[in-house]
Structure formats: C-alpha cells, structure tokens
C-alpha cells in the first residue's frame, strides 16, 4: 500500500477577535495566501496536486460555497486541480490532512494540499445555524449543551478545580512566550500581507505572556450566568445524575481564543515527493475519528486515542509528544489524566488558550506544531488529537522518515 | 343549529352568537365545532354576509375550551387498529378542526370577535381563526390562554401555529409551556387581541371593524408576512429557540410530551407556510394523544380532579349543603392558614385559641398573605378588608354554638385533642360536625372522646395549607355518611380537593410517601451515591429529591416517630436503614434539617444548599464504585414502584376505594409524577401482569417494600386495571 507523507506544514500567525489584525483580510485571502506560500516555499508545480481540502466551520458568508474551490481558483493552481470544504467542527483540518493522507493512501491523490480557514473575527461562531442547538429533536432528546458547559462538567466530575485550570493555563502562555521567544515556530509561521502586499501580522496576537494565576483569577466564570439562568447545568445533569452540581471554573481566560487564522499542510506518496523534488518530513502513521457521548461532548480524545494508538500497533508510551487542541483546560487535564501523560510532552509549545483556536483551521496548525517539535528534539512519533463538538475526536499519529 | 344563532344586521353583518343550551360554560365539543362548520359555509356562501361578528350568549365564557371528556370516544374505533391505521385514522378526525378555521379566515370576508368572557384553549383558538379580536376590559373573569399542556394536552387548533405568528415563538412558548392566562389589557400589550372596550360596547365596536375591513385577510396570509421576533434560524429567533430547550428540560425532564411536541410544532411549523405548519400541528397532536401521559394526565388532572372538587366522593343519599360559619381550634401555622383559606372562600371563622395574643397571631398571617395578595394587583383592599373582616380571634369557646363546623388543629396530644372536644361540643349544635386536622393520630381513638362520634371525622389538611391543594377526610369507626358530606362541604367550598379515606396509621397520602423517602435511605444504605439518588428521583417525576423531602419535614420529626414506635412495639419495631440513618443523623450529628441548617444537605445563609458529604458513611458496604453505580432508570423504578405498591395495598384494605381518589391524592398530595396520572394509573399503564413481575424481581434483591398485595397479583391473573375494577368514572367510549 502507498504511504502517506507530509512534505510541509504552516500556517498564519492567528490575528486576537477584538480590534485584531486578520480582521481587515478576507478569508479568502487568508487562504489564498496560505496555498500561495506552499507552493512557493516547495517550488511545486501545481499541476501535481490533485486536490485541496480544507476545514472550516461556519462555511457561510464569504466562507461559504466551498471557499476551497475559491482559494484555488485566487491562488492561481493549476486549472486541473480541485477544491472542497470540509465541517469536522474543531477538527476540520486534521480530519482534512487525514482525508488527504487517504486520497494518497488509496491512490487517488499524488499530492494534496490539506488545512483550513477561519475568519472569526468577520464570520462569527454560530452564524452557520444548525438544527443541533435548536430542533428540539436534537437539542432536548440529546441534552445538548453548549461546550463550556460540557468542559465545566468534564471539571467537576474528573476532580479539576479552578486553580488546577488556572495554573494549565498559566503554563500554556509561558510555553507558548518562550517558543516564540525562541524562534521555534519561525519556519512554519507565514506572515500575513495585506491589500499592498505588506505584511501586517507575524506574530500570534492573542497572547498573554504576563499571565500569572492572579490575573486569571479575576476572571468571571464564562458560562455560570447564562447556564444556570436557562439550565443548561440541570440539562447537562441529567445526563450526568451522580453529579450534584456544575463547579464551573471555565473563563476567558482558560479557554481557547477567537482568533481569525489559516493553514496547509502539502501531503503526498513518496514517489510524487520524488518527482516533484521534494523531501519528506514525516510519514502518517494512523488516523481515526470516532464519535463519543455528546453531552460531555469533550472527552473524544481518549477514545480517540485509543483507536489511532490500536491502529499504529502503539501504546501510550510510544508516543514522543501530544499535540491536544487546548479548547478548554480540563479537556487536557482529563486526557493527562485518563492515559497518565507527563505533562512535560503535551502541548510543549502552548497552545490554543494562548494563541487561540481558529476552529476551521486549528487541527493542521497542531500537527505542524509537533513535527516541528519532533524535529528541533530530534525525536520520532507525535500524535495530534483534538475534541470536537456534537461529540466526536479526530487523532493522527506521524513518525518523521 | 342548537349552538349558535345568527342575526344579519341591515348593514349585512353576520351576528354569530355561540350560546349552548343546557350547558353552564361554552365548550367545544364535535358538535360544536360541526356547527362552526356549518357557520363559516353560512358566512362564505351567503351574499347578504358581508362579514361577520362572534361571539358568546354566556356571560361566564366565551369558550372554556375542547370537551376533554370526549376526546376519549375518537379512541373507540381505533383501538383495534394497527399502529399505523391507528395514526392515520386519529390524524384524520383531528385534523377536522383546522379545516374548518382555516376555511373560517380564508371565507372571503371579515370576522371578528367578540370575546365579552373567558376564552381558553380551542375558545381562543376560534378566535386566533378570526381577523380581529376584541375583548371586554370591564369582566374581571376574562381570561386568555391555550392551558392545554397542562392537562397533558397541546393546542391542536392551530395554537401552536398562530399564536407564534401573531406575537413571535418566545411569547408564544411562554402561554403555552405552563399553561399561563392572561388579562385582556395583558392580551393587548402581547398583541393576542387588537383592542379592549366595555363588554356593552363589544358587538358594535366590532361590527364597525368589519364593516371598515372589507378585504381583511389574516397576517400570515399577506405577501409581505415576517414572524414577529423571527423563526428558528433567523439570528434573534434562533436565541428563543436555544434557550427554551433548555427551560424546559429543566422543568420537565424530558417526562411531559406535551411539552415536547409544542416545542416542534413551533419550531419546524415556523419555517413552512400555514397549511404546511397546520399538518405538522396535527402530526403531533395525533402522536400526543396516543402517548399514556396524555390519556392519564387528562383523566387524573382534569376529570376525576374535577369530579372531586365537586365532591364526588359524597355518599349516595347525602345533598350538599351551606357551610356558612366555622371555628378553628388552635392559631398555629396550620389553624391560621385554615382560617385564611376559609376567609377567602366567604366563610365566617371564629379563630380560638387559648389566649388571645395567640389567636390575633393566627389572624396576622391572614393578614400578611392578604397585603401580598393586594401588593401584587390580585387584589383590591376593600376585597382584602372584607376578608380579614371575617376572621374573628377569640379565646370564647362559646363562639361554637352557631358554626357549621369545628376544625381542631391543635398539637397532636391525644388528652388536649380530648379536651377540647369536649369544650367545643358543649356549645356546638347537633348537626354541626368535629373535624379533626391530625396527621398522625387514628380518627376512631380521637372520636372516643366525642358525645356525638357519628360527627367526628378527620380534615387532614397538608402544609403549608394555602398552597397545598388536597385534603384528605378521615372516616373514623363511627363517622357517619352525614359528617362525610358536611365535610366535603367545606373543602369543596374552600376549594380544595377532598379525597375519603379510611382510618389507619398515616392515612393515605403520608403512609405513601414514607415508602418514598425510606427508598432514599435505602439506596443511601445499598452506596448509591447521594447526588444520583436526589437527580435520579427529580428525573422520575418526583418533585424533591427523598433526602431533601426529609430535610424539608424535619429529620427530628421522623426520629421521635421512630423512637415512639419502639417505646410502643419495642426494638424489633425499628429495624432496617431509615431508622439507623435518621438516629444516627439525630444523636451523633445533630443534624436536624433544614430547620437547623443541617440535614442530609448543608444549608448555607445565601439559601444554597449543598449534599453532606458524610452521608458516605451511611453506605453499609461502602460507597459503590462508579461502574457498580445503578442506572436512573432502575432507580426510577425503585422509587415510583415501592410509593404505587404502598397505595395498592391502601386499596386492597380498602384504605381508599375509588382510583380517582388514590390518584389525584398522590399527585396532589406528595406531588408523584403527574405525568403518569398518578400511582394507580402508573400501575395501570405498565399493566398488572408486567408491574407484579417486576415488583417481584425488586422485593427479591430490595426487601418487602416490594411486596404486592395479593389483589394486585389477582388483578394480574386477571388482566385487570384498578379503573377496570374498582372505576366509577362514566367509561370514556
């Protein structure tokens, strides 16, 4: 069987929601800029890519009708290459890189170019609709919540009090300050040019890097109110009845970011490396989605884990670094927890509570995050995992080659 | 026509007065509603029409609403059908009522109504059919709303479809999930109705509506229609529909389809047109009234309650009769909100205590609950001075020889009861009856102390007695027919709900909800985690959780009864987990309930309250571990079988005798899950057969509280139900 590898991996810097830099550039560009910058950078001739897909979550607006088709045709690729977009909610783009690595795999696709788009600050969270919080057949027989609640649950019912968040949090924007501060993301990053072609973000604007545990602990807690005035807490009890009542310890704070954000990860068979010139960085070693329960919503990863580990022939142990999407605190708490992982290899760069979360878009930004991380320590397997909404994950395991 | 009349005016306007004979209220039967039929042809097809004007012959009601009574017979033929046949029959017959609104306002001509009294559910849904809508401002009884959800029912003529239309879903969701009734000036602001004017005024105002709105069409048959607040994926409709799933999950867990279907009807009935909203309506108003809840709801809380707030327990041979003044004995909590209620309901109390100081107290809480009343508009102070005026506080026990009746609430000691028995019956009249407010002590003992003991009964009121609405009467060994009937006069009165029941330790209501709160030690002791316990009893229906029901009553109160069973039948009395758990919680913790801050709960200053973490310690074997943890839906089972088979033995000894009365007490009583109808109807819709099977499997691993009585196993044998064996309901088909 052909093996699916990965070539190149980067995105932009992510532009902070309020008074943020990305907020004058359109999504498009956004991603143009991004299928530009790999072809470019690999000196690809674009008539070897067969395919572009990419994530983004609230296709609508000047994100909708397949805004991948879009960024092709602006990008300029070749006429024959294709586009289209893809909704794993936060997992978007790794399940795009994963559906990449199978167009390889199964000998569809020489060469893919696999990422996503989220332009939150322009196309808000939500503005997509969608009967899943509001056809009663779903929202009421399921007992859907929103997700901070789901994370608020995932703390009360695993243990994870306010200070255990805070200090995660803490902890993600001193790592995510020192691997800027260190260049670490230097290679993978590709600023942002405006309407003239300047540059108008390089850096991730959402950052904190002062951040200590008083300041997080001013914040008020960010879906208490709204929960407890319409009951999403008793809601979400009735699927957890051993749980008196929600700790909700969740703030802006310790919460991913809204951030406006792009990425591309260029996948292909060994042999279209080979033809095109190009040296490959890592290979996919297994992939998986899965579904899980959906009122807790956030805990796929295990799950997830687990299948992309059984697939690999792995063990926890195997792996050399974690990439888990930090949409909420105690999500990766519960995942250190539930596999006993030293936090020292998950997430060693920060993540998105510092550099926040473009949902579309996150999923490849991760997985170049660990290659990139895998190659600076000189070490081999990295899984990438994110928790996704309705209840689902989305993993991918890589071995650099 | 035997409904309706009309008069053509010499403008050609179409006066429709809707007057049944022989009926106190307006209702919408299928003769009815056959009649409006035949209206809207008279209106469509006569050229003298020029538009048309509705409204009521009865100063008590424009329309209460559907016949709840004789939804049942469309059952009839059904019953024999496949489940789909079934379906589509029902949806058929019921979907009759909106074509013929919908063939209403889309007639070609103008109508409007006139709405001079009451309009509830189908009453105010022939008006949402209609054009315009006036209401009198001057009837202080003229109510608005669709209540049907609250009987288990959804507005299945077209509610659920225009009123969203007219005043936007949030709105609309808030008349319709918890049966809310509004005022015409309320109705007016919401924009239900067009205008409010003097009921003399009514006919003509509208009429000149009519006559100026030759083209009236209805809102949502006009081009340029937007719903108000707009549909379910408009941005701002979107957060009306977010939010009120939540709600009402919250309130209902999930256990009222009622609720359920009126959500969807909104929700997927808002992003279609009319007609296609009207169909799905329909949908699933045909699924709701083949769903038990539907069919035990509307036969505990609507009929068989109404059956027994007009005393329908009342002996055969006995008349109803005036109960004009009464004396309360005792202005505690419970005699001074007798003597509240009392007032309220235009009777003249004689409020007797042993000083006067005490008795003017239980007067002062009248008084409290009256400026309450007054502060939040329900009512005028004149009103409430007249009130008060009839509580007279006294120490005379003299007061007692013109009252129709005496209630006793005093502390519940056997020698004071006797005493004052005594004292009372020496100035009271021959046929004035003794009603004794005990909740513990057996009426037969109490009566012994009575010179007339064929007058003494029991009036089991609940607390707090202004909110609770069910009254049991206590029949004693001597209690006659008579002192029954004069009884049911008084709560009938005050309008509570009587239920007759026998005399045994508990009565019926608290020797049922003891096997509730005993199942919470249970599980307690069995290592079910406290919190599941608590959530897991809410999810089944119950209102409070078993430990917090204790709190509430007092964790003491259970302990003296407790130690008073042992002092009477010694220490093999008192075995089993409620007893260690409520000792322990008394004398090594100190922890009374909420009355003391600390119970099963601990109750903080800002009114929260928080389970006791070393409520561990009560679990024999330890606290289970997570995966050993039972499911909701066994606990559930659990707590609704061990409070349905308490009460099918208080039938099987004759405790209680009619269903109706078992039912509607243990829903108002101790609040058991209204949606099953109550815990005879539990029984019923599981099926005897099933029911006994599974208590069988629980009294084998869960101890005798799941121990049938023999009647229950005869019914299964049988293949009987408590309303086919012992039912006095007129059979619905």
């Known amino acids: 069987m052909t093996e699916a590898y990965i070539y190149d991996a980067i995105r932009t810097p992510r532009g902070k929601k309020k008074n943020g830099s990305l907020h004058e550039i359109t999504a498009l560009q956004l991603a143009t800029q991004q299928l530009e910058a790999v072809r470019d950078r690999n000196g690809l001739d674009t008539t070897l890519v067969d395919d572009v897909i990419l994530g983004c979550v609230t296709p609508v607006g000047e994100e909708g009708a397949n805004i991948a088709r879009s960024a092709v045709i602006n990008a300029n690729y070749a006429e024959s290459t294709a586009g289209f977009q893809i909704n794993r909610f936060c997992a978007s783009a790794l399940e795009a890189c994963n559906l990449g690595a199978a167009k390889v795999i199964c000998g569809e696709a020489d060469f893919v170019v696999a990422g996503g788009v989220e332009a939150m600050s322009r196309v808000p969270m939500g503005s997509d609709g969608g009967a899943m919080g509001v056809d009663p057949e779903i929202a009421f027989d399921h007992n859907i919540v929103p997700q901070g609640v789901s994370a608020d649950l995932i703390a009360t019912k695993y243990g994870f009090s ?43 604007e959402h950052m904190r890097p002062g951040t200590d545990m008083q300041s997080l602990g001013g914040l008020n807690s960010a879906f208490q109110a709204l929960s407890e005035f319409i009951g999403l807490d008793n809601v979400a009890i009735q699927k957890y009845p051993e749980v008196e009542y929600i ?34 960085r890592a290979k996919f070693r297994s992939m998986a989605s899965i579904g899980s329960e959906p009122t807790i919503m956030l805990t796929g990863p295990i799950a997830v884990t687990e299948k992309a580990l059984k697939k690999a022939g792995m063990e926890v142990g195997d792996i050399d670094l974690f990439e888990l999407n930090e949409a909420f605190a105690s999500v990766v708490l519960r995942h250190m927890q539930a596999f006993d992982i030293d936090p020292a290899i998950m997430n060693v760069n920060g ?49 650099r080659v | 026509m035997k409904h309706f009349t009309i008069d053509i005016d010499k403008d050609g306007i179409a006066l429709v ?122 009837n202080p009884k003229l109510k608005l709303g669709l209540p049907e959800a609250m009987v288990g029912v959804l507005p299945g003529g077209g509610g659920t479809q225009r009123l969203p239309r007219l005043i936007g879903a949030m709105n609309a969701f808030d008349l319709m999930m918890q049966g809310k009734m509004i005022n015409a000036d309320k109705a007016l602001a919401l924009g239900v109705i067009h205008e409010t004017a003097p009921g003399a005024e009514l006919v003509e105002k509208a009429k000149a509506w009519v006559k100026a709105n030759p083209d009236a069409k209805q809102p949502w048959d006009q081009e340029k229609f937007r719903i108000p607040g707009g549909g379910p994926y408009h941005p701002k409709g979107a957060q009306t529909f977010m939010g009120v799933a939540p709600m009402i999950r919250k309130n209902t867990y999930g256990n009222y389809p009622a609720q359920r279907y009126i959500m969807s009807c909104v929700y997927e009935g808002l992003q279609v047109d009319i007609d296609a909203g009207l169909r799905i309506e329909c949908r699933y108003f045909t699924k709701l009234m083949q769903r038990p809840e539907s069919r035990n709801m509307i036969r ?52 007797v205590d042993v000083d006067i100081a005490g008795a003017e107290k239980g007067k002062a809480f009248a008084q409290k609950e009256l400026a309450k009343r007054v502060s939040r508009k329900k009512m005028d102070q004149a009103k409430a001075d007249a009130i008060l005026a009839r509580i007279t506080p006294t120490t005379d026990y003299s007061v007692m020889k013109d009252v129709d009746l005496v209630v006793e609430a005093v502390f519940e000691n056997r020698e004071l009861k006797a005493k004052i028995t005594k004292m009372a019956e020496e100035h009271m009249r021959e046929d004035a009856v003794f009603g004794s407010n005990t909740s513990t002590l057996p009426i037969s003992g109490l009566a012994e102390a009575s010179k007339r003991p064929e007058n003494f009964i029991g009036i089991h009121f609940f607390s707090p007695v202004h909110k609770m609405m069910l009254v049991e009467l206590i029949v004693g060994d001597k209690t006659s027919d008579y002192a029954i009937s004069r009884a049911l006069d008084f709560v009938t009165k005050i309008k509570k709900t009587p239920i007759v029941v026998s005399d045994t330790r508990g009565f019926y209501a608290n020797r049922c909800v003891m096997r509730y709160i005993e199942q919470g030690m249970a599980l307690l002791s069995e290592g079910v985690l406290p919190a599941l316990i608590e959530n897991s009893a809410r999810m089944a229906g119950m209102p409070v959780g078993p430990l917090s029901l204790q709190d509430e009553v007092a964790i003491d109160l259970g302990y003296k009864i407790i130690k008073q069973t042992e002092a009477d039948l010694g220490p093999d009395a008192i075995e089993g987990p409620t007893a260690q758990i409520l000792i322990a919680m008394v004398e090594k913790y100190d922890r009374k309930g909420r009355k003391n801050g600390k119970g099963f709960y601990d109750y903080s200053e800002d009114g929260k309250k928080r ?62 899950a209204p949606y099953t109808g109550g815990v005879l109807s539990y029984i019923d819709t599981i099926g005897a057969d099933a029911f006994v099977k599974r208590a069988d499997e629980l009294a084998k691993t869960s101890g005798p509280a799941y121990a049938v009585p023999d009647l229950l196993r005869e019914m299964a044998k049988n293949g009987e139900t408590f309303y086919g064996r012992f039912g006095k309901e007129k059979k619905a088909a």
């Open chain 2, 611 to 672: 389970l006791w973490p070393g409520l561990s310690e009560f679990a024999l074997n330890g606290v289970l571990p997570e995966d050993e943890q039972p499911t909701p839906a066994y606990l559930k089972e659990r707590i609704l079988y061990a409070q349905a088979i308490e009460a099918a033995r208080c039938m099987a000894e004759g405790i209680v005798k009619d269903p109706r009365e078992a039912d509607v007490g243990s829903i108002l009583g101790w609040g058991f």
């Open chain 1, 247 to 280: 700790n909700f310890v969740h703030t802006g704070g310790n919460s991913s970011g809204i951030v406006d954000g792009a990425s591309a990860v260029l996948i292909g068979s060994k042999e279209a490396g080979e033809k095109a010139g190009l040296k490959p």
């Open chain 2, 300 to 351: 505990s809380i609507f009929l068989s309650k109404q059956a027994l707030d007009k005393a329908g327990a009342r002996p055969a041979g006995q008349k109803k009769g005036p109960i004009n003044k009464i004396a309360v004995i005792g202005a505690g909590f419970m005699g001074a909100g007798i003597a509240y209620v009392s007032a309220m309901a235009g009777i003249e109390v004689a409020l």
């Open chain 1, 162 to 204: 306010r200070d255990d968040v805070d200090a995660y949090a803490v902890e993600s924007q001193k790592r995510a300050a020192k691997a800027w501060k260190e260049g670490r993301f230097k290679n993978s990053v590709v600023p942002v040019k405006d309407q003239l072609g300047l540059t108008i973000l390089d850096h991730d």
């Open chain 2, 17 to 138: 007065t809707f007057n049944s004979p022989d009926a106190t209220m307006n209702v919408l039967s299928p003769e009815v509603l056959g009649e409006i039929g035949e209206v809207t042809k008279t209106i469509a097809d006569n050229d003298a029409i020029k538009g048309a004007v509705i409204t009521s012959g009865k100063d008590n009601s424009f329309c209460a609403g559907a016949d709840l009574s004789g939804l049942g017979s469309i059952f009839g033929e059904a019953a024999k059908m496949s489940e789909d046949e079934r379906s589509a029959a029902l949806y058929k017959e019921l979907f009759k009522i909106n074509d013929i609104f919908r063939s209403l306002e889309t007639c070609g001509k103008p109508v409007a109504a006139a709405i001079n009294a009451l309009a509830l559910g189908g009453g105010l849904e022939i008006t949402l059919a209609c054009h315009y809508r006036i209401a009198a401002s001057d």
């Open chain 1, 351 to 399: 993540g998105a509570i510092a550099m926040g979360h473009p949902l579309g878009a996150t999923g490849a930004m991760i997985l170049g995050t660990v290659l990139d991380e895998l190659e600076r320590t000189g070490k081999q397997t990295g899984l990438a995992t994110l928790c996704v909404g309705g209840g689902m994950g989305t993993a991918t395991i890589i071995e």
